[in-house]
């Protein structure tokens, strides 16, 4: 059927009208997209830019090479060494276990250590690198790289690694560091990114956890390139960052081995060097000992397990947390509180039995026989318990307790080493508060021999016999400077005792190690300008007296001594003590003796330091010690 004109001209009317208003919706989407376009490639190019930038560069972060840490001569005690490692990338080595079987044709590795790996393979990316085994010779390296097209995805590495070049003279001073661990996260406050890097090392003991912020050093960052996938491509840029802290301690190397060979024969003991004129500690000695390079990269369980179940406790830092009663070392501090409180004539006289009575109770002395007529000095000379019952019996446990205080017992130095312990200078209030008890005379009679509730560790018996050689309220010190910066020296105030009544008490420590009836005798020292004045100890752990050879070594006294020397001019002052090692003047006097001459020599003593009779023996005994020879200085601006 043939349409009409009119309908024809409605029809064109019609599509006339669809046409503009589709052109207009065209037109309006392609200016809407074109404004889009404008704003995005014009007003926020830059912001774009940036994040197509971020897609494609990424940061790495770089751990900064630890502040090393050296003795008082510039001997380094830890230091970061290369650790070569061969790492593998699971993408590139195909067939994980085909690979890893051929390398192990090539060099040994570890069963244990290989199977620690594997497990870390499976939990990574494919591309992310996983360590196979580190702490490799250079010729194991070698041999990989010269395999290396037999061997797809292995590849050797290089980095850093604390040791420890001293190994166990100085772990207990030192300590180690080791792997964070979630534990580590869950009881420090630190937010540092640095803490989030796989095995990234940190102080897990003594002063490498103590200065751990100074050691850490800042993070360096790298800038690499990474594909869609997170895939390395290349590495655009590099920031080391800041290295960590340089520290120098107090402590003589040299000395510090000594001690610890010296004491290594008595099984468990401890000892401290301090310098009597400004409280550098010259030697904080522990036996026995431990190496803390087996903790760097963590320590094995049968390792481990050796150290905690050794009843010698190697682990222990015995010199600072071991507290014990102080025995007759303690006796000094009696005296001088008596004399301080004008409550003792220096000439006063008591006489001792054997046994001083107390209501029906008796309190021996050690000598059954008793001392008969005894004054200041012969009790401090032949250590008389009955004296000091009867001193304490007149001055009473608050006034012994004040002057204890003022010489160091009791309390806590603050130094960079773990579990630093306070020990126990007791009295009325501190018995009373700990286990609901009031104070009897009886605990004063115990605690003037320095039984009964009293404990000490060998530092603050170093700091009380230092405080009485000077006369001062000398504080212990363990770190000499921080990146070559001494802190600003502290002014050392008087004790506030009178010189006289201090004079009366070290001459009769002289009478100990330098008459015929001290009890130290055997240890004298014959050099006149380095005579020792001292003061044995032997504390009881068990309340039944029996002989020390008939029982365990468990339940054996513990043997003390405490001295100064030289006489004339102190500078030194040294603290002994052998756990169960019996009597302080057969066990702990002739170790004190060996030391003190060391430091006063600065090495092995010439024979003729000592008692004629006793030179050949001492002579075989001293070529016998495990002592280091080769001390070599370091650059301390030589960073490994």
Not at 3 to 21: H, W
Not at 158 to 166: A, K, M, S
Not at 552 to 568: I, K, N, T
Request: overall charge neutral.
């Amino acid at each position: 059927m043939k349409r009409s004109p009119r309908d024809t001209e409605a029809s064109l009317r019609k599509i006339s009208r669809r046409s503009l208003v589709l052109g207009g919706v065209q037109l309006g989407a392609a200016g809407i997209l074109g404004w889009r376009m404008r704003q995005m490639q014009v007003e926020q190019a830059d912001e774009f830019r940036l994040l197509a930038e971020e897609n494609r560069i990424n940061m790495r972060l770089i751990a900064p090479a630890r502040g090393l840490i050296f003795d008082r001569n510039g001997i380094p005690l830890a230091e970061n060494a290369q650790n070569y490692r061969i790492v593998i990338v699971r993408e590139d080595a195909g067939d994980v276990d085909l690979t890893i079987e051929k390398l192990r044709q090539l060099i040994y590795l570890d069963p244990v250590e290989l199977d620690r790996a594997r497990k870390e393979i499976k939990r990574r990316s494919p591309f992310v690198p996983v360590t196979l085994t580190d702490q490799r010779s250079w010729e194991d390296i070698a041999t990989v790289a010269v395999n290396a097209p037999a061997l797809p995805g292995i590849t050797p590495d290089v980095g850093l690694t604390r040791n420890y070049p001293l190994d166990e003279d100085f772990a207990h001073i030192v300590g180690y560091v080791g792997p964070v661990s979630d534990y580590d996260l869950s009881r420090i406050d630190d937010d540092d990114p640095l803490l989030q890097i796989p095995k990234f090392q940190i102080g897990k003991t003594g002063v490498e956890q103590k200065y751990e912020r100074t050691l850490r050093g800042s993070a360096g960052a790298r800038r690499i390139e990474v594909n869609a996938a997170g895939r390395v491509m290349r590495e655009l840029g590099r920031d080391p960052g800041d290295a960590g802290g340089d520290m120098q301690l107090t402590i003589d190397s040299k000395l510090q081995n000594f001690v610890e060979a010296r004491l290594a024969p008595a099984l468990s003991a401890s000892a401290v060097v301090m310098d009597t004129r400004n409280g550098d500690l010259l030697a904080v000695g522990n036996a026995p000992s431990f190496d803390p390079n087996k903790f760097v990269r963590g320590i094995s369980v049968s390792d481990y397990g050796e150290l905690t179940n050794n009843k010698y406790r190697p682990l222990s830092n015995k010199a600072v947390q071991g507290a014990y009663p102080p025995g007759s070392t303690f006796k000094m501090m009696v005296t001088m509180a008596a004399l301080d409180a004008g409550l003792l004539n220096p000439g006063e006289t008591f006489y001792c039995g054997g046994y001083h009575t107390l209501g029906n109770r008796r309190f021996h002395c050690w000598k059954r026989g008793g001392h008969g007529w005894v004054n200041l000095e012969k009790s401090l000379q032949q250590s008389c318990d009955v004296y000091y019952y009867e001193l304490a019996q007149r001055i009473g446990i608050e006034r012994i307790a004040e002057t204890s205080r003022r010489f160091g017992l009791g309390e806590r130095f603050d130094l960079p080493m773990s579990a630093v312990s306070p020990g126990i200078m007791p009295d009325k209030q501190w018995l009373f508060e700990r286990y609901k008890q009031n104070w009897r005379v009886g605990d004063s009679l115990n605690a003037a021999i320095g039984q009964g509730y009293v404990l000490s560790t060998p530092l603050q018996l170093a700091v009380m016999t230092a405080r009485l050689a000077s006369g001062t309220r000398i504080e212990p010190r363990l770190v000499k400077s921080v990146d070559g910066v001494e802190p600003e020296p502290v002014g050392i105030e008087p004790l506030g005792f009178r010189e006289d009544h201090l004079n009366y008490v070290r001459r009769g420590m002289f009478a100990v190690g330098n008459s015929r009836r001290g009890t130290a005798y055997g240890s004298r020292i014959e050099a006149a300008d380095k005579r020792m004045a001292g003061k044995t100890g032997t504390s009881q752990v068990r309340s039944v007296v029996v002989r020390n050879q008939d029982v365990p070594w468990e339940e054996r006294d513990h043997a003390l001594f405490v001295g100064f020397a030289p006489y004339e001019n102190p500078h030194l002052a040294v603290s002994v003590v052998v756990e169960h090692g019996g009597g302080g003047s057969a066990a702990a006097a002739p170790v004190a003796r060996d030391i003190m001459l060391f430091a006063l020599n600065d090495g092995l003593p010439p024979l003729e330091n000592y008692p004629s009779s006793q030179r050949a023996r001492i002579g075989e005994s001293l070529s016998e010690l495990n002592l280091r020879q080769n001390f070599r200085p370091t650059d301390r601006a030589d960073r490994a």
